[in-house]
């Protein structure tokens, strides 16, 4: 009885902490995801391309003629680009190789295509450049010692400017690279203004502390791309930490600390292909599956009350926690939602309902052999779980190779009916051996209800 007490009270917490992430209420920061510049972001069911819509890329690698790509380069750009798109708070972008030369990224809800394509094609090359008394600005293209054609590469641009390359026969020192950088986040300052600021590595300090100490007073130029971020003077020496301004906007400086956190791409990308992606199933199509849904939960329900009486209560009562369990869970992940996955989930919902009805039938069959109420609840559901676990083991197996299938073939839809029903499996044989055995145990631990009849607890 002890134990049961103990089980209901942690049954009642975990519930109540489900429904709190479920419901649109605000919740504290250390239980939200944060954005990339460090703000938190309200807690959401993510919604996939073919339920709220979004953008479809397709990038090409742009090498000059008479280079090759290197064995690997395409696999480690197409690593990075999911980094970074996913860095702009795209959960589960689709990221796939096309051919060998050809990357797509489908990004569900991007409001803003053309900065989230600046961001995934951009190389990144971010250097540190001593302007050796050349008064650069900022948006000047320059040629550095380890980007020299950056000049060269704008001019053969459409619409270049050549008023920002004034400096197109120079070659300016690069001190540093990228690489000496740990992290970099975008956020403001306090006056309300965006920054990047950063974090350096060990060995990157070290580099940092001795140009920057042997330079106070000197301006040195942040350079991204062969482009002039900003020039400031270097007040301090730096060791651990520092700061990049430019007048920058929020989507700029977001942005800009995506590509300093995720590296440079081995390979320069164009953008080949461009296409903005309605919600192919659409409000009415969506608010549809949802109450086919409840309508085929709500028979469910019913079913158990006819045919198991309390217990089928009981069993119900188990199976509306395990809905807030999926969930918090689709919440907390987040778990991209596509039609698939959302069919993924209402399977394993009845799949939650066929363990309680082995664990039932198994119940009669010791009644019928005479037990006594307790222990046959006991036996029944000891006595039914090896069948459950085995069954439920090969739907986990399948779920595995469909995911595996899907994450290495870009088939979204795949990967997320296989995450869902995965992970309502696993959910579904907690709630049939944990919280139905606990509420089945508090309903015998009065003596009245001890000496009730068989028939009244099971409908036998």
Same mark, same amino acid.
């Given at each position: 009885m002890r134990n049961t007490t103990i089980s209901l009270i942690l049954i009642?917490? %975990?519930t109540a902490l489900a429904v709190y992430i479920v419901l649109p209420v605000p919740h504290p920061e250390w239980l939200v995801r944060s954005d990339t510049t460090g703000k938190p972001t309200p807690l959401g069911l993510k919604l996939g391309l073919d339920l709220q819509g979004g953008t479809q890329v397709m990038l090409e690698a742009d090498v000059p003629e008479g280079r090759e790509l290197q064995p690997g380069a395409m696999d480690t750009a197409k690593n990075i680009v999911e980094r970074r798109v996913n860095g702009l708070g795209v959960s589960e972008a689709v990221v796939q190789a096309q051919g060998d030369t050809r990357i797509t990224a489908e990004l569900p809800g991007v409001n803003n295509p053309d900065q989230a394509i600046e961001t995934?094609? =951009?190389? !990144?090359?971010?250097? #540190?450049?001593? +302007?050796? $008394?050349? &008064? %650069?600005?900022? $948006?000047?293209?320059?040629?550095? /010692?380890?980007? +020299? /054609? @950056?000049?060269?590469? *704008?001019? @053969? =641009? &459409?619409?270049?400017? +050549?008023? %920002? /390359? &004034? *400096? !197109?026969?120079? %070659? #300016? /020192?690069?001190?540093?690279t990228g690489d000496v950088l740990r992290t970099a986040v975008s956020r403001q300052d306090q006056f309300g203004q965006w920054e990047i600021g950063f974090e350096l590595t060990g060995e990157g300090s070290d580099k940092f502390f001795n140009y920057t100490s042997t330079h106070i007073g000197q301006p040195m130029a942040i350079v991204l791309d062969g482009v002039v971020l900003s020039a400031p003077v270097i007040n301090a020496a730096i060791r651990d930490q520092g700061v990049i301004t430019g007048q920058f906007t929020k989507e700029e400086a977001g942005s800009l600390a995506i590509q300093m956190r995720y590296g440079a791409l081995p390979v320069p990308l164009k953008v080949v292909d461009v296409r903005s992606i309605s919600a192919t199933l659409g409000a009415d199509s969506v608010r549809s599956s949802v109450v086919a849904g409840l309508i085929g939960m709500a028979a469910v329900f019913i079913f158990m009350v006819l045919m198991y009486r309390v217990p089928g209560l009981l069993a119900d009562l188990a199976l509306l926690i395990y809905v807030f369990f999926n969930l918090a869970i689709y919440k907390l992940i987040p778990v991209t939602l596509t039609l698939a996955g959302i069919t993924g989930f209402l399977l394993s919902v009845g799949m939650a309902v066929d363990a309680n009805i082995l664990i039932f039938e198994r119940l009669k069959e010791e009644l019928r052999g005479g037990r006594s109420p307790r222990l046959a609840i006991e036996a029944g559901f000891s006595r039914a779980w090896p069948a459950i676990f085995d069954s439920n083991l090969t739907t986990l197996i399948s779920c595995a190779v469909l995911y595996v299938f899907g994450n290495q073939f870009g088939a979204s839809i795949v990967k997320g009916y296989a995450l869902t029903l995965g992970l309502g499996v696993i959910l579904s044989m907690f709630t049939a051996f944990f919280l139905t055995r606990t509420f089945m145990r508090t309903l015998l631990s009065s003596r009245t209800q001890r000496d009730k009849s068989a028939q009244t607890l099971v409908g036998y």
């Open positions: 009642a917490a %975990l995934i094609r =951009s190389t !990144g090359q971010l250097e #540190f450049v001593d +302007p050796q $008394g050349t &008064p %650069l600005r900022q $948006g000047m293209i320059i040629n550095t /010692t380890n980007k +020299p /054609t @950056a000049v060269q590469d *704008y001019l @053969a =641009s &459409p619409g270049a400017d +050549p008023n %920002l /390359t &004034p *400096y !197109g026969e120079q %070659l #300016f /020192t690069t001190a540093m």
